[in-house]
């Protein structure tokens, strides 16, 4: 993360010749914030996930043009990405950051006041974008953007977006509203929508890999079908295969650790008990544990 240090000047803290990037700071500044949304739900420490000054730095330089000449050595050039694309992230780096903010909200409930309001302007943000990538977002009708025209990667990157959009969408929901079960209709609808996603897409493009695994883990505690679940277990044991991420192979143990307390008994319920925890739990309530969720990952 060294690409991240900044150069003061008496002046200002960006100098004129500083308004581009190279594929290196921004490589960085997108591996930290992908970090910071992932441990944000599972780490059981998210104290260094606080500091606007990091933030506005790695926001600083997700913004700024990308240079492809400043690429280090005689090596080709790498090209540039397109406005609101990673690669490295698979998805938009301001849907990412929106992760981050919802992983971290979900941790500190029931929200206080001031957090009740962040929430709110995290809604309005999160509505924009549900509206630009899948469609009306009072209604929960969902009617994707057209692929026509659109290479392998940007329809790999748009399946991305919604996936994320729609996870999002049931963690805020539930972070709004502790209360609510995965059962509601409308969290139902999310889970089907995310489902559809994995059914129609190509495994073996660009983006199924680690970009995955927050999604993967949010849909894991709001499913309520044995079927479902066995499912998801597979195309996370496909996409394991395939890459042979980390992240990978522990959202898969979180799944399997879920799956495996909630058929305890010879029937799939809906609450689980681990004595990590206490009492019984309701699977979709996992996702607002103040610890997180990497205990579930057994050695």
């Known amino acids: 993360m060294m690409a991240l240090r900044v150069r003061r000047k008496s002046h ?7 308004d581009t990037t190279t594929p290196l700071q921004r490589t960085s500044a997108e591996s930290l914030l992908y970090q910071a949304a992932v441990t944000a739900l599972l780490s059981s420490n998210i104290e260094w996930l606080s500091g606007q000054t990091v933030w506005q730095q790695v926001e600083m330089y997700l913004s700024q043009i990308w240079d492809p000449a400043k690429s280090a050595g005689p090596k080709k050039a790498a090209p540039a990405p397109a406005p609101g694309v ?4 698979g998805i938009d780096p301001a849907l990412c950051r929106l992760v981050r903010e919802i992983s971290c909200l979900a941790r500190r409930t029931p929200l206080q006041p001031a957090d009740q309001s962040y ?29 026509a025209g659109r290479s392998e990667d940007e329809k790999h990157f748009w399946d991305a977006t919604k996936f994320y959009v729609c996870a999002a969408d049931v963690l805020l929901r539930k972070t709004m509203h502790p209360h609510l079960t995965a059962e509601h209709a409308h969290i139902q609808a999310l889970v089907q929508q995310m489902l559809d996603i994995l059914k129609q897409s190509n495994i073996q493009g660009h983006f199924w890999s680690q970009h995955y695994c927050w999604p993967f883990t949010i849909l894991a505690c709001a499913l309520l079908k044995e079927d479902d679940m066995v499912y998801l277990d597979l195309r996370l044991e496909e996409i394991w295969e395939n890459s042979h991420w980390g992240d990978v192979k522990r959202t898969l143990l979180v799944l399997r650790r879920i799956s495996k307390e909630r058929y305890r008994g010879g029937t799939f319920r809906s609450h689980l ?3 990590n925890i206490g009492g019984p739990v309701a699977a979709f309530d996992l996702l607002l544990l103040k610890d997180g969720l990497s205990f579930l990952i057994e050695s």
């Open 273 to 275: 008990t681990i004595s």
């Open 119 to 147: 929430a709110m302007a995290v809604r309005t943000e999160l509505d924009l974008m549900i509206v630009k990538s899948t469609g009306d977002a009072q209604s929960g009708k969902r009617s994707p953007p057209s692929t």
């Open 12 to 18: 200002s803290l960006w100098s004129a010749e500083q």
């Open 86 to 89: 990673s690669l490295l992230l």
